[in-house]
């Protein structure tokens, strides 16, 4: 069983910027494939970010490209989304996710979840 952690969420202005972290309970953190998912008022939640275990692929939503960097640090099981240049649209409960396959299932569907973060931009 993998156990996320998400912190780092809260208000900011637009065009403000705000890293989230993921900590996760597992020393096997670094054979996970890990992502960022987000949910915005009213809405499913979407894909965002994700990386490979090594940490040398990385993969964006088209709307956060360019402004989000996901990034971990297997020494320490932490993941991290710097987000830069926020909009009121990135607001949402923002969400960690792990899993041990192939990347392709860590951006679609990832079997461990933390329990979210939220983050509101104001405009």
């Known amino acids: 069983q993998v156990q996320l952690v998400e912190s780092g969420g809260g208000l900011v202005e637009a065009g403000g910027s705000k890293r989230l972290s993921c900590s996760a309970s597992r020393r096997t953190f670094s054979r996970y494939g890990m992502a960022w998912f987000r949910q915005p008022p009213g809405q499913a939640r979407e894909f965002v970010a994700a990386?490979?275990?090594?940490?040398?692929?990385?993969y964006y939503a088209d709307s956060v490209k360019g402004r989000f960097t996901i990034s971990r640090d297997n020494a320490k099981g932490i993941m991290y989304l710097q987000m830069n240049g926020l909009k009121p649209e990135d607001t949402a409960i923002y969400y960690c996710?792990?899993?041990?396959?192939?990347?392709?299932?860590?951006?679609?569907?990832?079997?461990?979840w933390g329990q979210g973060t939220q983050v509101t931009v104001s405009s």
């Open positions: 996710a792990a899993d041990s396959g192939t990347i392709a299932v860590v951006r679609s569907t990832p079997y461990f």
């Open positions: 990386i490979s275990w090594e940490g040398n692929g990385t």
